[in-house]
C-alpha cells in the first residue's frame, strides 16, 4: 500500500499548455511538500503545507499553485508551462516539520515540456 | 547559493569494504541532518538523522557522523552490500529542526562492486 502516491508518474506536454500533478499520502501526516529535482539533480523545495496552510513558498513562479483540499492531499497545478519546467517533481509528507523521521517521498513525476 | 554540499558526485566501494560519504555545509544555523538514499525512478528513503547535539548517530550498518566546528557530516557504511548502490543525499534544517524546509545536497552516486 503506498504511502505517497502521485499521478501521474511520466509528462509529456507542449510549451503554454496547464497541467495538474496529484498527490496523497495515506501515513496520516499533517505536512505535505512539493520539491523539484532540475536537471543538474538539486532537490529544491518549492511548497510546504501544514494543516492545509501554505506555510513555505520558496520564490516559486507564480504559475505554479498549490492546493491542499484536505491534510491527505497536495496537489501542484502549472499554468503555462515552460522548457525550464521540465524536471521531476516529488511530493513528500511528514509528521511536524520532519524530524527524527525525515520526509516521506513519492515516487516523483517526470515533467517533459516540448 | 549552495548550503548544502556533496563535493564527490560519485563513489565505488568494494562489497565488504567500508563506504564514506561526505557531506559540508555553510549555515551555521542548521542543526538537524538527515541522510536519504535513493534508487532509480523512485523517490528519496529516509535513512538516517542526526541533530547536533551529537557527534555520531548509530542505525545497524549505517552511521552518521557530524563535526560541527568543520560543519562536515558523513555516513559510513560498514560493510557495503550490493543493495546499497544508491544515490545518497544529505539534508539539512535549521534552526530547531522543524522548520519544514530541509536543503538537500546534489547526492552522491555509490557503486557497490560485488
Known amino acids: 500500500d503506498t504511502a505517497v502516491s502521485q499521478t501521474p508518474k511520466y509528462l509529456v506536454t507542449q510549451m503554454g499548455n496547464d497541467k495538474s500533478i496529484k498527490c496523497e499520502q495515506n501515513?496520516?501526516?499533517?505536512?505535505m511538500y512539493w520539491y523539484k529535482q532540475d536537471s543538474k539533480k538539486f532537490l529544491k523545495i518549492m511548497f510546504s503545507?501544514?494543516?492545509?496552510?501554505?506555510?513555505i513558498n520558496e520564490t516559486v513562479p507564480n504559475r505554479f499553485s498549490p492546493k491542499s483540499p484536505d491534510k491527505a492531499h497536495l496537489n501542484l497545478h502549472i499554468n503555462s508551462l515552460e522548457l525550464g519546467d521540465s524536471a521531476v517533481y516529488f511530493c513528500?509528507?511528514?509528521?511536524?516539520?520532519?524530524?527524527?523521521?525525515?520526509?516521506?517521498f513519492g515516487s516523483g513525476t517526470r515533467l517533459t515540456v516540448v | 547559493d549552495q548550503q548544502v554540499k556533496q563535493n564527490s558526485p560519485s563513489l565505488s566501494v568494494q562489497e565488504g569494504r567500508i563506504s564514506i560519504l561526505n557531506c559540508d555545509y555553510t549555515?551555521?544555523?542548521?542543526?538537524?541532518f538527515l541522510w536519504y538514499k535513493k534508487y532509480p525512478a523512485e523517490g528519496p528513503t529516509f535513512l538516517i538523522s542526526?541533530?547536533?547535539?551529537?557527534d555520531k548517530n548509530e542505525d545497524g550498518r549505517f552511521t552518521v557522523f557530524l563535526n560541527k566546528s568543520a560543519k562536515h557530516l558523513s555516513l559510513h557504511i560498514v560493510p557495503s552490500q550490493p543493495g546499497d548502490s544508491a544515490v545518497y543525499f544529505c539534508?539539512?534544517?535549521?534552526?530547531?529542526?522543524?522548520?519544514?524546509?530541509?536543503?538537500f545536497g546534489t547526492g552522491t552516486r555509490l557503486k557497490v562492486l560485488a
Open positions: 501515513l496520516g501526516h499533517d505536512t
Open positions: 542526526i541533530s547536533s547535539i551529537k
Open positions: 549555515n551555521s544555523m542548521f542543526d538537524y
Open positions: 539534508a539539512a534544517t535549521g534552526p530547531g529542526g522543524g522548520t519544514y524546509k530541509y536543503i
Open positions: 503545507y501544514n494543516n492545509k496552510e501554505l506555510i
Open positions: 513528500a509528507s511528514s509528521r511536524g516539520g520532519g524530524a527524527n523521521y525525515g520526509y516521506t
